[in-house]
């Protein structure tokens, strides 16, 4: 496709499950981000690809959240003994360029941790 | 406190009309902003961009303001449509890493289209 897919587009976990979410970019493109976005609230950054080098993993809330991009292009969120606070809509974004391009968005995960 | 914010969560403006979206950051680093537009159960959209060393920049009926003097950025949308509406997010980039290799948003402000 054209844009940016996520999937699962839905995921209910019980309390202490893993799941893992993926996003497969626009092809082509270098950069790789994800966020976090809780409900009413604006996306939160989580981490950031360059290629298959993750250059940033400053917003992951905890050693619970691992990304991986082994191959440059598709990338996996996963989340170990998910936790309720987990619960969000995690999306994925690529950009063409290094820094300082315009991202464009995936229609995100619906995580909900019961 | 937030980086990038918005002054109000709600603008409701009848069809037709003109809106503007305010936001204020406070990292005077910062040298890329973005507007997203994001329907319910969707992703951002990219509306517009501006890189620091512009003061206004316009494309189709939007058209983003800049004012690195006092932080503030703006969208004005021109003659509001319907499918307008949508929650609407500043967002900057300092691209300084460190975490900034990311955008920092802005709590979003719910814009609504009265007919």
């Known amino acids: 496709g054209a844009g940016v897919s996520q999937s699962p587009r839905y995921k209910v976990a019980k309390r202490g499950q893993d799941v893992a979410l993926r996003c497969d970019p626009i092809?082509?493109?270098?950069?790789l981000f994800w966020y976090q976005q809780a409900l009413g609230q604006g996306p939160e950054f989580l981490t950031y690809?360059?290629?298959?080098?993750?250059?940033?993993k400053s917003g992951l809330p905890s050693d619970r959240f691992f990304a991986e991009r082994p191959e440059g292009s598709v990338s996996t969120l996963k989340i170990q003994r998910t936790q309720q606070e987990d619960s969000a809509v995690y999306l994925c974004?690529?950009?063409?360029?290094?820094?300082?391009?315009?991202?464009?968005f995936g229609q995100g995960t619906r995580l909900t941790v019961v | 406190g937030e980086s990038v914010g918005l002054h109000l969560p709600t603008l409701s403006v009848q069809e037709g009309d003109n809106s503007i979206i305010n936001c204020a950051y406070s990292?005077?680093?910062?040298?890329?902003f973005i507007w997203y537009k994001q329907e319910s159960g969707k992703g951002p959209q990219f509306i517009i961009d501006?890189?620091?060393?512009?003061d206004k920049r316009q494309g189709q009926r939007v058209t983003v303001l800049l004012n690195k003097t006092v932080k503030h950025l703006s969208l004005q949308i021109a003659a509001t449509q319907p499918g307008d509406s949508a929650v609407y997010f500043c967002a900057e980039n300092s691209g300084s890493g460190g975490g900034a290799d990311g955008l920092t948003f802005g709590k979003g402000t719910h814009l609504i289209i009265q007919p």
């Open positions: 974004a690529s950009s063409p360029g290094s820094m300082n391009t315009e991202a464009f």
């Open positions: 990292n005077s680093a910062s040298d890329y």
């Open positions: 501006i890189r620091s060393n512009m």
């Open positions: 092809s082509g493109h270098v950069s």
């Open positions: 690809f360059q290629n298959e080098a993750q250059l940033d």
